[in-house]
């Protein structure tokens, strides 16, 4: 199953080039009161709702998926877990080049450890992204994103793979220079989500999927998730050794070699294997 957000904070399934809305089953989710839930409610409810999706599918209106603006699959992750040096070629990439490490110490993620991006900084490929700090070097960075489907704390990797709801693409947009990564990461817009979740049934093993991003139709990045350090099952486990993670709660699991800087007017295209492809507009 594939599951988008669209427009008017609309839901739906995405089936060949369309979008079937099925944004009524929301109604199942009932209403929240202060406080709010530090979890996301549709994530966490997602299982039960498969049934009533589908059946909402077969009723709902289909529009051509180009003429949707596309949201972050996830409306309220209560955090963002990111690994920052997971592919041993980025990690050569970042030593050599001052423009990526400034100066600060760049270790690779089993002496990193991992960073947090504030999660008012996601948006969906259709909203685009608003660079500031356009005097400084912005690069894109293409991930595999993993979204958590329920409660996990003290996980082993070997069970990891049950605690999620969904893949997508994730685009952890950085501006280079000295300070913390969650500042550089964090302004808004900086964390692309999309196209849509794609459940664990359509995506199999998430060890062997092409990640890749083109600029302006150039190539940059384009690699294996077969090279990570630290694979799916292994970061959810170090990730809940730290924190209780809620359904919702989204890891990005690092970039691998090829990042490079974006400017206004520029289009990206990411794309993984048995996830989707998105074209993300630079302002
Ligand atoms: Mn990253």
């Known amino acids: 199953m594939k599951i988008c957000r669209y427009d008017d904070q609309r839901v739906g399934l995405v089936q060949d080039s369309a979008v079937l809305d099925v944004t009524p089953v929301l109604e199942e989710l009932g209403r929240f009161g202060y406080p709010l839930p530090k979890y996301d409610p549709f994530i966490a409810n997602l299982q039960s709702l498969k049934p009533k ?66 999660t008012s900084a996601v948006v969906g490929p259709g909203e685009g992204v608003k660079l500031v700090h356009t005097d400084r070097r912005n690069d894109h960075e293409v991930e595999l994103a993993l979204v958590i489907g329920r409660t996990a704390k003290n996980v082993n990797a070997a069970a990891a793979l049950d605690y999620i709801a969904g893949y997508c693409i994730g685009l952890d947009m950085t501006i280079r220079g000295p300070e913390e990564r969650s500042l550089r990461k964090s302004p808004d817009s900086y964390c ?40 799916v099952g292994e970061l959810i486990a170090w990730g809940s050794s730290f924190y209780t993670l809620h359904p919702g709660d989204v890891i990005l699991t690092g970039t691998p070699q090829g990042v490079g800087p974006v400017k206004p007017g520029d289009t990206m295209r990411a794309r993984i294997d048995r996830i989707g492809a998105m074209q993300v507009r630079v302002s």
């Open 53 to 118: 999706l589908e059946a909402a599918a077969r009723r709902g209106k289909a529009i051509p998926l180009d003429q949707v603006k596309l949201l972050a699959p996830v409306a309220n992750p209560g955090k963002i877990i990111a690994a920052p040096v997971n592919y041993a070629k980025h990690l050569q990439e970042a030593l050599a080049d001052k423009g990526i490490h400034h100066g600060n110490l760049v270790n690779e993620i089993h002496k990193a450890g991992m960073f947090l991006k504030a």
């Open 192 to 231: 692309v989500l999309g196209p849509w979740l794609a459940t664990p049934d359509e995506v199999g093993d998430p060890g062997s999927l092409q990640v890749s991003i083109t600029v302006n139709g150039e190539p940059r990045q384009d690699a294996s998730t077969s090279d990570l350090i630290l694979g």
